[in-house]
């Protein structure tokens, strides 16, 4: 199975700063590989797909990059409600993974 | 689309739970359905998919042979049989509505608690 790591495991900053998050697969993915959003006790929200592509609704300051084993998620501007937990999942092989997360908290 | 789990609830371990969620708002048999799970405090950890014909599942490698994933389109209503429950499988268990042709979980519910306890 593919394993995603994340980094870093926590990102600490503050509120119009630029968020650089990174998740890396363990073989190749190709593109096929997604960003997900989740708040205290609410479910995950789908941000990007296929590496680089915003799922519907999602602001632009929220973007996507990279192939193969390296990829990162940028958030160019945070605002309040960007504080939370991110997943990377890849798509490319079965099973289906998922990183452990990168919790961006205030600093 | 709506999505909305339920089945959860506290069992003991060994035993089995049925899980099951119903859906609105979108052409269920068109749609891939996944279960997510989430134990207290932890990261994600993706359970199974299974296609819109239901003809094919996929289920993660420490799951398979406990975890029988099903749907009944005439329904719109996708299920999860677990069997020979551990307090592992504590865990928040999602439903969720897959994208078009790529298979990514687009469309969450508001998951279903699952508790292995004696």
């Known amino acids: 199975e593919i394993v995603l790591t994340q980094s870093p495991a926590t990102l600490s900053l503050s509120p119009g700063e630029r968020a650089t998050l990174s998740c890396r697969a363990s073989?190749?993915?190709?593109?096929?590989l997604a960003w997900y959003q989740q708040k205290p006790g609410q479910p995950p929200r789908l941000l990007i797909y296929?590496?680089?592509n915003r799922a519907t609704g999602i602001p632009a300051r929220f973007s996507g990059s990279g192939s193969g084993t390296d990829f990162t998620l940028t958030i160019s501007s945070l605002e309040p409600e960007d504080f939370a937990v991110y997943y990377c999942?890849?798509?490319?092989?079965?099973?289906?993974?998922f990183g452990p997360g990168t919790k961006v908290d205030i600093k | 689309v709506q999505v909305l789990e339920s089945g959860g609830g506290l069992v003991q371990p060994g035993g089995s739970l049925r899980l099951s969620c119903i859906t609105s708002?979108?052409?269920?048999?068109?749609?891939?359905m996944s279960w997510v799970r989430q134990a207290p405090g932890k990261g994600l950890e993706w359970v199974s998919t299974?296609?819109?014909?239901?003809?094919?599942?996929y289920y993660a490698d420490s799951m398979k042979g406990r975890f029988t994933i099903s749907r009944d389109n005439s329904k719109n209503t996708l299920n999860l049989q677990i069997n020979s429950l551990s307090a592992e499988d504590t865990a928040v268990y999602y439903c969720?509505?897959?994208?078009?042709?790529?298979?990514?979980?687009?469309?969450w519910g508001q998951g279903t608690l699952v508790t292995v306890s004696s």
């Open positions: 296929d590496a680089s």
């Open positions: 073989q190749s993915v190709s593109s096929y």
């Open positions: 708002g979108f052409t269920f048999s068109r749609s891939a």
């Open positions: 969720a509505k897959t994208t078009g042709s790529s298979w990514y979980e687009e469309h």
């Open positions: 299974i296609s819109g014909n239901g003809e094919s599942t």
């Open positions: 999942q890849q798509r490319g092989n079965w099973p289906r993974t």
